[in-house]
């Protein structure tokens, strides 16, 4: 699951957005949190993947006193939240998969101060934000104008493109409301599913130019065109409108899953790909491959917790209502590239702008990672090249050096120098698997297929929560298939 992250800039129109919407922030941190209470005998679970959701689900039921075995591939917990530590020195890491969070997420907070572990706010930028945008170098200081190289109107140029943006989804987010209250509804604004987002703000009226200028200047500008509006509003939008900062836990997010693993320890099994499941009247049974062998396991339930592009190559007997295969062999998910560069010094700092930046170019976002800065404190950093669709696909195909040389090449062009301060760089592609993209239409009714159990079977990860693509969504979609298995007779 990779979390977006908008700039900090954006935290800064948030905040003052926040009051001028008039929506009602959740104080997440106090949230009321209810753990589960077993209901009738202890039930023997299985749950595929380890990533947040799994783990979630898995811890929930443990605690209530059920009996759980978590099958996971991979050697190790957290599943699209990865934090990178190698081959970077200095004590410096970077995301390579979710990266930032809201205050207004309540299950996470939840968990970070449950288990202790640290987080810190993300600041605002003390420097001039970067820009590299049709062929010209631009930098943005707080207060001053933009001389934007697209053909604005008059009140666009003046709004800028956060401006731009908090003015045409105010007025949605207000009536979305907050969608981490656990008596959020999706139908209520299901009238938001029917377009894009690029068509949703057209039909505000914002030009076609001023369109391009979004698509370029925020994270979730790929995809505009043919993404939800809905998903946009309710994932990506309302919960940094209703929280009072964004931030990332200190040390690396992969914290989170890590602590949630060390409190199931032994009853993960990993390098454990499952291959087939069976399902029926009396319950399940799943098959693995480990240790070059075939093993079986039966269980009352069963919690799918991967991505359906990973539920797509397992065997399953009897096979799902055709409904439901649908969904599962056509959901979308992004394709996301990242490259990292460490170099020696913040020497852009001496030209008083960020590291970070947006561009049009190929490499798209250039974020300067880790944040919180690691203590003690090192001049070193890294700086990231952030690629989404057709152009991650292409970086795909690049060998490991091809891919360094593409974003130094590109990079070069924002930070001039850059080469003589690069000391080296290593890479991460997720393929399909990156995050969620529900096209017009599908959020409201692919969600509830998504969501909906079938049998001993259920369901999680954040491609089955309305707040899809994020942290909070895998937590949340894991909590609400823990509690079903829970209640299930």
Not at 222 to 235: I, N
Not at 310 to 324: D, G, K, N, T, W
Request: charge should be negative; include cysteine; aromatic fraction near 10%.
């Amino acid at each position: 699951m990779t979390h977006p992250l908008p700039r900090r800039d954006f935290l800064k129109i948030c905040m003052s957005g926040a009051a001028a919407i008039s929506v009602l922030r959740l104080d997440a941190a106090g949230a009321p949190f209810t753990p589960l209470e077993r209901k009738g005998v202890a039930k023997k679970v299985l749950v595929i993947g380890a990533g947040l959701a799994g783990l979630a689900a898995a811890y929930e039921l443990t605690q209530a006193g059920h009996e759980v075995t978590v099958l996971e591939v991979r050697l190790r917990p957290g599943g699209r939240v990865r934090t990178l530590r190698e081959p970077f020195s200095d004590g410096l890491y970077a995301e390579a998969g979710a990266r930032v969070f809201s205050d207004s997420y309540p299950r996470l907070i939840h968990y970070a101060k449950l288990f202790d572990i640290p987080f810190a706010p993300i600041p605002a930028e003390a420097f001039a934000s970067l820009y590299h945008l049709r062929g010209q170098r631009l930098t943005a200081a707080a207060g001053e104008p933009v001389d934007w190289p697209y053909e604005l109107s008059t009140e666009e140029r003046q709004l800028g493109p956060f401006g731009i943006l908090m003015k045409h989804v105010s007025p949605a987010l207000k009536e979305i409301g907050d969608p981490s209250l656990p008596d959020w509804r999706l139908d209520p604004v299901r009238h938001y599913d029917q377009t894009t987002f690029n068509e949703f703000l057209r039909q505000q009226g914002v030009s076609s130019e001023a369109l391009e200028l979004l698509r370029r200047t925020f994270w979730f500008g790929e995809g505009s065109d043919t993404t939800s509006a809905l998903q946009y509003l309710v994932a990506y939008l309302a919960p940094f409108f209703q929280g009072q900062g964004l931030y990332a836990f200190r040390g690396g997010n992969d914290l989170l899953p890590r602590a949630l693993a060390a409190r199931l320890q032994d009853r993960i099994h990993y390098g454990a790909p499952v291959v087939k499941i069976s399902h029926g009247p009396k319950g399940v049974e799943a098959v693995f491959q480990q240790g070059g062998a075939y093993h079986t396991m039966e269980a009352k339930h069963l919690i799918c917790a991967v991505p359906f592009s990973h539920l797509r190559h397992m065997e399953v007997s009897p096979p799902f209502a055709p409904q439901e295969e649908a969904v599962i062999q056509e959901l979308k998910y992004a394709s996301v590239a990242r490259i990292y560069l460490q170099v020696r010094s913040r020497f852009w700092e001496r030209e008083r702008v960020t590291g970070s930046a947006y561009t049009d170019l190929p490499i798209m976002e250039v974020v300067e990672e880790p944040f919180p800065r690691p203590e003690p404190s090192t001049p070193r950093a890294i700086l990231g090249a952030y690629v989404q669709g057709p152009e991650a696909q292409r970086v795909a195909g690049m060998d490991a050096g091809e891919r360094i040389e593409f974003a130094l090449e590109h990079m070069e062009k924002v930070h001039p120098g850059l080469r003589q301060h690069v000391e080296g760089g290593t890479s991460k592609f997720w393929g399909h698997g990156g995050y969620t993209q529900f096209g017009p239409g599908q959020m409201t009714a692919w969600l509830p297929l998504a969501a909906r159990p079938e049998g001993p079977l259920h369901f999680a990860g954040e491609h089955t929560s309305h707040l899809a693509g994020t942290m909070e969504g895998a937590l949340e979609s894991g909590q609400r298939a823990a509690q079903e298995v829970n209640e299930a007779p």
